[in-house]
């Protein structure tokens, strides 16, 4: 017989004395009556590993129970349907979050496993997603992306309202301009590299558009009307980055309510923002590409719209 038989021999006897009792000792109640029994009662090298659960619905453990100082053993949680383990926690401190968790007995532990409701979100635990942000006319987001002006698309789903100020865009001295603004009313307004500014006719107060500026293509998408802006006849990068509701910090904003934006360099999507609410409550936009939250970064401020 092994001493670790002899151990849990020597445990089972000293219950049944205690207890009065010949019966056989199910293997999950060891760990209670073992605590039962008066201090003196248990071999030397015997620890007692006991496992909870919390909540005690959402998942079960297995594993515990007794082990020989200096043996290594694996307790295990497992999630109920439609909920995910944290992790263990001891003394109200996570210890790991492997749901099979191996280590090595040296003292008695009392270790619960946690569980948690599975997250089915796109944004992190603690945003909330809302169908858009209302901008006002001193706001700005920098995405930090610099325009290529042989590879960037910028995407936009906006619904404007009766003001004059910038959409999106870049102003960089050394590489030229990129941006689309509202310059009054009834007039959408871009400027593509150095060329001069180009107005259009175009009432978009309070409608909801889809702008798709593509510079791989040249062509300049606001709804159902469709610009030709032309292609740079080399690949040329701005030293400075892309900015949503601005164009630079002595503009304006355009006043809008801003459901989505996603930049492209070539094919590959490297922004794309959602409208939300951080774990503090700011409004913003959340870029589910670098995993970021992005706030206004001027006097203004941005309106929560209804949470999706």
């Known amino acids: 017989m092994s001493t670790q038989q002899e151990n849990l021999t020597a445990i089972a006897d000293a219950i049944r004395e205690k207890d009065g009792t010949t019966a056989p000792i199910p293997a999950n109640e060891f760990p209670a009556r073992i605590r039962a029994i008066e201090t003196g009662g248990l071999p030397d090298d015997i620890r007692i590993i006991t496992l909870e659960t919390a909540p005690p619905e959402f998942g079960s453990v297995s594993g515990g129970g007794t082990a020989s100082v200096g043996m290594v053993i694996t307790v295990k949680a497992v999630p109920e349907g439609g909920y995910q383990f944290e992790g263990w926690k001891e003394d109200d401190k996570i210890v790991s979050t492997d749901a099979g968790y191996m280590f090595t007995v040296e003292n008695d532990r009392i270790l619960t496993a946690v569980f948690d409701e599975t997250w089915t979100g796109r944004l992190p635990r603690g945003y909330i997603e809302l169908e858009y942000i209302r ?95 032309g292609v740079a006849s080399s690949e040329i990068v701005s030293s400075k980055s892309i900015k949503l509701l601005s164009l630079e910090k002595t503009g304006y904003s355009a006043k809008m ?38 706030g206004n970064e001027w006097s203004g401020r941005f309106t929560a719209g209804p949470v999706i």
């Open 135 to 229: 901008v006002d006319s001193y706001c700005q987001v920098d995405t930090g992306v610099p325009v290529n002006f042989k590879k960037t698309r910028v995407v936009m789903d906006a619904l404007f309202a009766e003001s004059i100020g910038n959409v999106f865009g870049v102003a960089d001295s050394g590489a030229g301009y990129f941006f689309i603004s509202r310059n009054s009313l009834t007039t959408i307004s871009y400027r593509w590299l150095t060329g001069s500014l180009v107005n259009k006719n175009m009432n978009l107060t309070n409608a909801r558009v889809l702008i798709d500026w593509n510079v791989v293509t040249g062509t300049l998408k606001i709804g159902s009307s469709s610009y030709n802006t």
């Open 257 to 294: 309510d801003l459901y989505s934006c996603q930049i492209y360099e070539g094919d590959t999507i490297v922004r794309d923002f959602v409208p939300c609410t951080d774990p503090d409550g700011a409004v913003g936009l959340y870029d589910l590409v670098g995993k970021k939250f992005f």
